[in-house]
Each structure stands twice: as C-alpha cells, then as structure tokens.
C-alpha cells in the first residue's frame, strides 16, 4: 500500500466532511489502523524549531505576535550568529531530536547577506546530520534551489487556513502567494512541509478546505503541522477560546487518513493540551512534535524536552531514528 499509486488527490469537500463528522471512536480507530499501515505506530519524530530572527515582521497574520504593528511584549531580535544556531542543534541533536528547523521572522527572503547567513546555517546543520528545515516566508525559485543546494531537506509553508477564510486572518499577502512558494519549493527538489491553525474563528467547513487544498496537491507534503491556535496578548485573536481537544482529535485523525504517507505534526497549543488530550492525538494519527529551547516553541510556551522525552516514555512511544529519505525532484 505505501505506494504513490494508493494515495488520492482527487477529493471532494463532501467526502472530507463525512470523515471529518464520523462518530468520533470510529474516526480514531480508522485513523489509527491507516497510520499502522503507514508508519511505525511506536515512533514519534522529535523536531527542534528555533527563531533564528525573531519580531519585526512586516506582515498583519491576526495571531502572530512577531507582527511589528501589534503591542506584544515579544523582544525583537537580530539574525542570530551561526556559531549559536549551530551550538542549538547540537544540543537538539543530543538531545533526541532528528529535525531541526530555523525559523526568521520575515515576509520574504532577500538576496542578501542575512540570506548568504542563511544558507551557511543550512550547510552547517546539514553537516550534523540532522533533516535541516527552514520557515522564511515567500521564497522566489531560485533562492529555494540555493538551499536545496546547501542541503536543505524541508521547507515550511504553512496555508494557515482555508482560501475561502485567508482574507479574514491576513491581508498582507494572498493564499495564492503561499501556493506559489511551495511550487517553487518543489521544484528545487526540496520537501515541503505545510499545514494550518485550528481556532482562529474559523468553521469545521474551512478546516476541510485547507485540508482538500493539501491532499489534492500533485504531490501531498511530506509534513503536516496541525497548529492549536496559541493566544498571544496584544494580537487581534488573543480572546478567542481554546480550541476544544477533540475537535484538534478530529482535524488530526482526519489529515491521517486523507494524508496517509505525512508525517502529521502535533504543533504549537500543546502547553494547554494535558498528557492524555495528547495521547488522544498520537492514537489519531500525530507522529511528531514540536520541541524547543527555554520551553519555547518560537515565541509561545511549549512542554520542555525532557517532559516530552517523560510523556513518551509513559506512553510507551519513543523517539524517531533519522532515516534520510531521498527529497524528491519534486514538506
């Protein structure tokens, strides 16, 4: 079954709502028995994201608290030094984690000298041997093959939401300029990672469309980060409710079954999820987390390594063991 061939890209809203809506038991366990015929049931890939630039962002995302025009009490901060991007993924590396993703607050990459940091970050990462990911915003064709060149192995470009609902949360950019970064992002040969948020004030209607514009991609993203909206003080949704657990159960269980080859990453609201709300979501299909230093997951509170490394261990899981897949001439 793990073949190109048994994977759709065909579906229809009515088809992803009808799974979405089954009785939630029987949602779990379709999702859990296409995730053992996919993936390793007892592994969990462990990913380390760092803000390598942090604030200062131009753009107007209605969650972000990195926004510039939003009051928050996130420090702004320089592009930091490769020497001390490089000391964060050795740490990461020891400390169980196979990816390590860097994340620069901008709209767009440059061409230049923050950009050429950049790809040395890439190469020097790459060197640890660790899947090196990189987020940067919109990113031209030609500046993806430079990192494909250096060696990265993924690309994160997150849809957010639905095409339908885009307008509602950012104005600064169009859906279709997030589209045309994963295209280029394909055509360097690098994989692509790209997922949403759930709880931005959205219906499960929009949910189902950002997935329907995921699973009916040429190729699927080889990673899919299922975001809980993580409320930042001074940004526009930061009173908005938390995102009810089982409706993040029923987003994940469906993104397993639409996406069976993905890896589906529990992301950022984990702080606000309790060990049993997250076992619910590695059953449903989840088979990776976030982690990150100081018990950041960029700027929001995130569960620390070695709580995570616990809850695993209760669970009976235990960390993904890198396994270079070959990035496709196309996460």
């Not at 509602?168 to 300029?177: A, L, P, V, W, Y």
Request: hydrophobic share 40%; proline share 4%.
């Amino acid at each position: 079954m793990k073949q190109e061939n048994a994977l759709r890209h065909n579906w229809t809203k009515e088809e992803l709502l009808a799974i979405y809506n089954k009785p939630l038991m029987e949602l779990v366990y379709e999702a859990a028995s296409v995730h053992r015929q996919w993936h390793n049931p007892e592994e969990i890939q462990i990913s380390t994201l760092l803000s390598v630039k942090t604030g200062g962002c131009p753009e107007d995302c209605s969650y972000c608290g990195q926004a510039a025009r939003y009051h928050t009490d996130i420090k702004v901060q320089a592009l930091l030094p490769t020497e001390t991007v490089l000391a964060h993924a050795k740490k990461a590396k020891d400390s169980g984690s196979s990816r390590f993703c860097m994340a620069a607050a901008w709209r767009e990459v440059r061409d230049n000298r923050d950009f050429d940091r950049i790809i040395d970050m890439v190469k020097g990462v790459n060197e640890l041997g660790l899947e090196v990911c990189c987020t940067l915003g919109m990113l031209s064709e030609s500046q993806a093959q430079r990192l494909q060149e250096a060696g990265l192995y993924a690309y994160n470009h997150n849809l957010d939401t639905s095409e339908e609902f885009y307008d509602e949360i950012i104005s600064t950019r169009k859906f279709d300029n997030r589209i045309e970064t994963i295209k280029n992002v394909r055509k360097a040969g690098i994989t692509v990672c790209s997922g949403g948020i759930i709880g931005l004030g959205e219906k499960p209607a929009d949910r189902i469309s950002m997935l329907r514009s995921l699973a009916n991609m040429e190729k699927h993203p080889e990673s899919v980060p299922i975001n809980a909206l993580a409320r930042v003080a001074g940004t526009p949704l930061e009173h908005l409710p938390k995102i009810d657990i089982w409706e993040m159960v029923r987003m994940i269980a469906t993104a397993r079954i639409v996406l069976p080859s993905s890896m589906v990453r529990l992301s950022a609201g984990r702080i606000e999820m309790s060990e049993v709300e997250q076992a619910w979501c590695f059953m449903a299909g989840a088979n990776s987390i976030f982690t990150g230093e100081r018990q950041t997951l960029l700027v929001t509170p995130n569960p620390g390594v070695d709580e995570d490394m616990q809850m695993l261990k209760n669970l009976g899981l235990k960390p993904m063991q890198k396994e270079v897949k070959e990035a496709c001439s196309m996460n």
